[in-house]
């Protein structure tokens, strides 16, 4: 964590009373910004808030599937709490979505993900991460149009789930949707993280220098 940093929650003071999508405004319970360690090496974006996110306001807790996500960064090392905390107690890692506001009975639009991309640039910007892991196909297609040279359209998150992909300044890492990982999906993520990030200067990615 950053020796300046205060909080993990929302710790860049991005608008928590954004009023940018009117169809989203009245159905929402708060806005999910992003969380973490602001120093990170390692960003995951997801697509939008769950409902357990959007009641704990930290993206990827609060449900069987954030569950599993929080047992993933705690065996790469990434949280250092229990799988079910609503508050991680994370080091090295962000994460945070492309949309920050919940619809009860749909997904987000496009308007809504183009709308809230600046949020996203802002925090990628200021984190300025090594690895990017998007969690799902539609932050892996939004991601790999902003930051590789491949189409959108040509990414499978579960033919890339658990390799590296090269992109334009970061690596990404795609992983699956948390509601559809399996035992054997997880395992195969760590150990790619483990044995093919961990195991070389992904550093070099950025040429940054290591704190």
């Known amino acids: 964590m950053d020796a300046h940093q205060r909080q993990f929650r929302n710790p860049f003071s991005m608008d928590t009373d954004c009023t940018n999508c009117s169809g989203l405004c009245e159905t929402r319970e708060q806005v999910v910004h992003g969380y973490g360690d602001v120093g990170a090496e390692f960003l ?32 790469l090392g990434f949280v250092r709490s229990e799988p079910d905390a609503d508050e991680p107690d994370v080091q090295n890692v962000f994460f945070t979505y492309l949309t ?12 809504e993900v183009a709308t809230c991309e600046p949020y996203l640039n802002a925090e990628v910007r ?12 539609a932050a892996l297609e939004a991601l790999a149009f902003d930051y590789t040279t491949r189409a959108a359209d040509s990414f499978d998150v579960d033919a890339e789930h658990a390799t590296t992909i090269r992109g334009r300044g970061f690596e990404l890492v795609p992983m699956k949707e948390p509601e559809r990982l399996t035992d054997a999906d997880a395992e195969a993520f760590v150990e790619h993280v483990r044995e093919s990030v961990f195991g070389r200067d992904y550093r070099q990615t950025k040429g940054r220098q290591s704190r």
């Open 44 to 75: 995951f974006v997801g697509e939008a808030p769950t409902a357990a996110a959007e009641r704990t306001g930290v993206p990827f807790t609060g449900d069987e599937a954030g569950r599993r996500v929080q047992r993933i960064l705690g065996d």
């Open 100 to 111: 920050r506001c919940r619809h009860p009975d749909r997904g987000p639009s496009d308007d």
């Open 126 to 137: 200021m984190i300025n991460p090594h690895i990017i892991v998007p969690v799902g196909q």
